[in-house]
């Protein structure tokens, strides 16, 4: 598999027996799904990574999460999801964190659906035993690690709406607006007709909000999910050094010692 975080649904067919998951809801993984695949809770990963600062590095839990699933990072892990991105980006991110190689299928169940009797799903093993993971691809950012790096050239890439960069949208925080420098990216503008934007306009959307190639990039939305496409969006365009503040804005906003502007 290639360092792309994407995958084409016509490319799953030719990797044989991968581990297959879902990131839709249980109603309408139940009406349909890929053969052998395996429904990623995310209506429970979810409120889990974002329930403390340090969340993502729970290694017990998570790991039981993956044992669940018969994810041992044994084989490759393709993730859709309803073909927003945004759930299957977040499996992907968690499961990057812990070292498993995994690729989201570009356009999700929507471009998969017509090819799922041709993927082989691999069964869930009896046991999952010990992750043999291989790296992570982009790493988290903490809270105080970002408050320092607001004094660097570092790329801070906010992918929320226009209406909640500038402060109109509170969605549920108090404080409003964005951090100081941020450049704004929405994360719909990632996207065209369903499927992630090529790598060569990935990369031009982020020069005309004025980052660069050799840029240190970090990703930040409100709740983590845009963030995370946007994250493995900032892969896909070759930016090396990408980190993501998973708790994004509405934990930085809770903190008044963490600088908005509007």
Known sequence: MSNDPFIDASAVVGLGEVYVCDARSFGVFEDG??????????????????????ALDDGNYWRGEFARLGIDGQRPVVVYDDGRLIEASRAWLILQHFGI???????????????????????????????????????????????DALETDVAIVDVRTR???????????DRGGHL????????????RDGRIRSPEDLVQLME???GR?????????DAGGRAALAAAAAVRAGFDDVRIYYPSFAA??????CPVVT
Do not use: F, M
């Open 252 to 257: 930085w906003s809770r903190d008044e010692s």
């Open 163 to 173: 209406a909640e960069y500038d402060g109109e949208d509170l969605r549920q925080n």
């Open 101 to 147: 190689e995994a690729r989201i299928v570009n356009g999700g169940w929507p471009a998969i659906e017509a090819l799922h009797d041709k993927i082989a799903g691999a069964p869930v093993p009896s046991s999952a035993g010990d992750l043999q993971g291989a790296g992570e691809v982009v790493k988290l950012i903490s809270r105080s690690d970002l408050r």
């Open 33 to 54: 799904h890929v053969k052998n695949a395996r429904r990623i809770p995310v209506e429970v990963w979810e409120p889990k990574a974002r329930s403390t600062e340090d």
């Open 180 to 191: 100081p420098g941020a450049r704004h990216v929405p994360h719909a503008s990632l996207l």
């Open 213 to 221: 190639a050799d840029d240190s990039v970090v990703t930040l939305c």
């Open 208 to 210: 005309r909000a004025g």
